[in-house]
């Protein structure tokens, strides 16, 4: 067990719709990173936020939106879903200082699109 | 613009024997480099790391190399073991206030008997 719960599990949703992915990070961990990994691929960063604020940027798509918490849990909010938004959705945790700290994984969120 | 290369999708190795995953880089502000491992249905668990100030790090069955001059890293497995059987992950990081972790495509790594 990492310490980082994403919840729900798994998530099947029509095009169109919108979702919420939810993460609780580790106890005492201020960074909050969300990854997509579709179709067996890698894992595509997503975003980054540090004890609320946004930190860094990658490959998220402006249908989608993320926000961390004062309580530190993160949300990734994916809007218009389309059938290629298909994939699973980690989010993971790492120390408090940024820089040479491992991250640590959730169990992941799949989510369908049909 | 793939930023971390892991050149080898899958890797067969007997039980007992050496497992080698090679993993290349291209950004010379990355300054700490990781592995994980990674379970279908899972998410990726991390192995052992190595700041760019050593170039070996050693963890029971796994060690980790790192050639900086080469921008490249690999991770020794000795002996493998069928449990070793999963999906690879390189990743990399910078120092500082931007700290994400870039991660490769992975290599699917197979222990047969």
């Known amino acids: 067990d990492s310490g980082v719960t994403q919840t729900p599990k798994h998530l099947i949703t029509a095009t169109g719709q919108r979702v919420t992915l939810r993460c609780s990070p580790r106890?005492?961990?201020?960074?909050v990173y969300w990854y997509q990994q579709s179709l067996d691929q890698g894992l595509q960063f997503l975003i980054q936020?540090?004890?609320?604020?946004?930190?860094a940027k990658g490959n998220i798509l402006e249908r989608f939106s993320a926000q961390q918490f004062p309580d530190l849990h993160s949300e990734l909010n994916l809007s218009s879903l389309e059938l290629g938004d298909s994939a699973l959705y980690f989010c993971a945790s790492s120390g408090g200082i940024p820089g040479f700290s491992e991250a640590f994984f959730g169990q992941g969120t799949r989510l369908t699109v049909v | 613009d793939q930023q971390v290369k892991q050149n080898s999708p899958s890797l067969s190795v007997q039980e007992g024997r050496i497992s080698i995953l090679n993993c290349d880089y291209t950004n010379s502000m990355f300054d700490y480099f990781l592995w994980y491992k990674k379970y279908p249905a899972e998410g990726p668990t991390f192995l052992i790391s190595i700041s760019s100030i050593k170039d070996k790090n050693e963890d029971g069955r796994f060690t980790v190399f790192l050639n900086k001059s080469a921008k490249h890293l690999s991770l020794h497995i000795v002996p493998s073991q069928p449990g070793d059987s999963a999906v690879y992950f390189c990743?990399?990081?910078?120092?500082?206030?931007?700290?994400?972790?870039?991660f490769g495509t992975g290599t699917r790594l197979q222990v047969t008997l």
């Open positions: 106890s005492g961990d201020l960074s």
């Open positions: 990743a990399a990081s910078g120092a500082g206030t931007a700290s994400k972790l870039t």
């Open positions: 936020y540090y004890n609320g604020e946004e930190r």
